[in-house]
């Protein structure tokens, strides 16, 4: 068992490692706030879009509430990987281009601990900050000298990277039939990058860059707690509930302004600095599901992000900087899931197939110049391919087609094409060998 515990947290490691070094998204609107929000969902959920607040699966490593964690199989070990590749298409006034992405993203594992208590590691994105666009106008009228162009050609590139993860460890207990508790103790880090860079083709050969930055490394609670209620016919409902507390991360953000002249070989650099500017919002969810002998599995989630009560930060001409509030909305997330397999049990093949399907909305958080940032719309499909060979049939294969459209008003339109290929891996760990 030690060597088995060795090889996952290598695993886990070098998971870890990779993660951090990527970035999970092309959108431009990556570089307000501390980034897009990133799908904490894994293996059988991604194909439901998501879904999985009220799923007590012994299968499954259920990061999106920690109190399943005690549901999980007394004699196995699971580990769960998975990664994404995406392409995306941009539209705004008429015009359109097309990106493409790839990104590690998570690595988890989990077994039972004690008897009712389940236990859980691994590692997960919060937040994905990745873009690179420019934008060229004409300055008419704009002249340095008499010997110099009548217009200025002014180019602005803007650029970031980086994102939020999280490390994590977590514990479910079950105390009385039906009812579980659970919390997940992350250690959350990485860093923000954003970048303004303005040039002018004026004869002068200056830019100027304005660069925000932040690094980030704070601790984060999640609690998680679930009923299930046994109903006639092999049916079964399970409510789950999950809270994380809002908290300054304690990180200050920095803003530096370099204006360098190429001529004159000279650079002018300006930094202001926000102390404890950073924070995670209060997140509360809730979420129901659904399951008929073992064949049905429905379930629907909703959950809310108090982004609004969380200061932004401005950084004004005269060195200092102030926090201002209204600058971000509430996020909302919806949705409705769901996975059908004939006979998980069965010898066939065909069989034990999972059958996945599902749908969401989601709220943007962000306010870009005083307006609501893009809502997204998302449909998804997965199936789920057991691993059949002489050595392991309870692993399992997750493969999961996602589109999403997030738009608003005179804004920047993005239509996302998704795959996202995980393994579950189940191996029986606990098993009590005989030998005759």
């Known amino acids: 068992m030690k060597i088995h515990i060795l090889t996952a947290t290598v695993l886990l490691t070098l998971a870890s490692s990779d993660a951090v070094a990527q970035s999970g998204t092309n959108s431009p609107y990556s570089r307000y706030g501390l980034g897009r929000v990133a799908d904490q969902s894994i293996g059988m959920s991604r194909g439901m879009n998501g879904v999985g607040m009220a799923f007590r699966e012994k299968q499954h490593v259920n990061y999106l509430n920690p109190s399943a964690y005690s549901a999980i199989d007394s004699l196995t070990f699971l580990f ?61 009228g704009y002249k340095m000298s008499p010997s110099l162009q009548e217009s200025t050609t002014v180019t602005t590139t803007f650029s970031g990277s980086g994102g939020l993860h999280q490390i994590f460890v977590g514990a479910g207990w079950e105390p009385l039939q039906g009812v579980s508790v659970g919390m997940n103790l992350n250690y959350v880090f990485g860093n923000l990058n954003n970048s303004v860079a303005t040039s002018y083709s004026d004869g002068y050969a200056r830019t100027m860059t304005k660069s925000y930055g932040a690094d980030v490394s704070s601790i984060k609670l999640d609690f998680g707690a679930s009923y299930t209620m046994q109903l006639p016919n092999r049916n079964s409902m399970t409510l789950g509930i999950t809270y994380t507390p809002g908290y300054k991360t304690g990180s200050d953000s920095e803003c530096s302004i370099i204006t360098k002249n190429e001529q004159s070989a000279v650079n002018d650099t300006t930094l202001y600095k926000a102390e404890n500017s950073l924070a995670i919002p209060t997140q509360l969810g809730v979420g129901i599901s659904y399951k008929h002998a073992e064949k049905w599995l429905l379930g ?137």
């Open 80 to 140: 769960d990987v998975g990664m994404s590749l995406q392409n995306t298409n941009f539209k705004e006034n008429g015009k359109s281009k097309n990106a493409k992405n790839g990104d590690f993203e998570y690595a988890v594992g989990g077994f039972r601990l004690l008897r009712h208590v389940g236990m859980a590691f691994g590692i997960m994105p919060y937040t994905n900050v990745g873009y690179n666009y420019s934008s060229t106008s004409d300055v008419e």
């Open 300 to 436: 629907f989630d909703y959950s809310l992000q108090r982004w609004s009560a969380i200061n932004g930060v401005a950084y004004t001409g005269d060195g200092n900087t102030v926090g201002y509030t209204d600058s971000y909305n509430d996020r909302h997330h919806l949705a409705f899931g769901g996975q059908y397999c004939k006979n998980p049990s069965s010898r066939q093949f065909t069989d034990r197939l999972r059958y996945r399907f599902g749908a969401s909305y989601t709220s943007s958080y962000l306010k870009i110049n005083g307006k609501d940032g893009p809502d997204e719309f998302s449909l998804s499909a997965g199936l789920g391919v057991p691993i059949q060979n002489k050595y392991n049939t309870r692993s399992i294969v997750n493969v999961a087609l996602q589109w999403s459209r997030a738009s608003a008003k005179n804004m920047l339109t993005e239509n996302t094409f998704l795959i996202n290929i995980g393994i579950t891996f189940n191996e029986r760990w606990f098993d009590k060998w005989k030998f005759e």
